[in-house]
Structure formats: C-alpha cells, structure tokens
C-alpha cells in the first residue's frame, strides 16, 4: 500500500515543509494545494479576505481529484483541510486518504507566518483558520503531530505512527 496523505492545519503549521519531506521519504509524490486554488481564491486571500465555503468546495473537489489520481508510488498533499466537512468532501473522492493533522503553539505561528516573504495568505488570515479549525476525530482516518521540534523530527515522528497505524513502503 503506498501513502495518500493529507498534510492539515493553519497556515504557519508547516504542511508544505513537512509535506515535501515525507513525500521524499516515502518516495511519493508531492503536492501543495494552494497551486491548485483557482486564481479568484489567491486574489481574495491575498487581498486579505477569508475564503467561503463556497469559494473552497471546487478547490476541495480538486485536492480529492488530485489524491485519486494515478500516482503509483503515492502522494502526500499539503491542505489545510481545517473542518471536517471539507475532510469529507475529500474524502468522497479519495477515500483511502489519510490526514496528518499538525500543531504548533500560536507564538511560533504568528513568527513563522510573519516570516514568510512573497506568500498569498498574508499574516492577518491566521486567526480565522483558528477559528475555522476542527481537529481531527476519533472516525477520522489520520494522526496528529505537534511542529515545535522542526521538520526532520515532525516528519520522523509521523512515518513512526503511520507504520504502527498500517504499513507503508518506502
């Protein structure tokens, strides 16, 4: 079985970072959703306006797509995925998706997100992705994992409880 991974959480979290790097070690595919948003998405959050659900759900269906696509070896992809209705509008395509839910302390947020130079989702967005956020639940297929120790370790941490979860292949 090869990996379909959802990477989830707020922007700052580290789902595109930690996303690549469990792809490259799982030996699958990487995506990052944000460049399968469709350009009136981008325009609005860079403009500093919170999406609706209504601008997300054709966005949404497009992640799914994406994750049933045929990539032979498995793909990880960076969402933030914050409620679940929008896990499950993912999963109505891809139902074998997994999600990786990470954590990460506010302070660390707010600096990582202040610190990102020519990104879209400008720093003022991060309080309502909180806002919007429903962890993971117990029928949820997934994990969670907190950020503060870096990426190789959030990245050892996660493969460590995939593989006690079910097996995968790297």
């Not at 996303?19 to 959703?33: I, K, Q, Y």
């Not at 914050?82 to 839910?101: C, E, G, H, T, W």
């Not at 990245?155 to 079910?166: E, F, H, P, Y």
């Amino acid at each position: 079985m090869r990996p379909v991974l959802v990477v989830m959480g707020v922007c700052g979290a580290g789902k595109s970072a930690i996303g690549a790097e469990l792809a490259l070690r799982l030996g699958a595919t990487f995506v990052d959703s944000d460049s399968l948003h469709p350009p009136a998405n981008v325009a609005k959050m860079a403009a500093g306006n919170p999406l609706t659900d209504e601008d997300r759900w054709p966005w949404l269906e497009l992640v799914g797509a994406e994750l049933a696509s045929d990539h032979t070896d498995g793909i990880v992809v960076a969402c933030s995925a914050l409620k679940r209705a929008y896990r499950d509008a993912i999963r109505a395509k891809a139902p074998s998706a997994a999600f990786v839910q990470l954590n990460v302390d506010l302070p660390v947020l707010e600096s990582r997100v202040a610190h990102r130079p020519g990104h879209f989702m400008p720093p003022t967005l991060l309080s309502s992705q909180l806002e919007t956020l429903e962890p993971l639940e117990a029928d949820e297929a997934g994990l969670t994992v907190d950020t503060q120790e870096g990426i190789e370790a959030t990245a050892d941490d996660v493969i460590s409880q995939l593989r006690s979860v079910r097996p995968i292949h790297s």
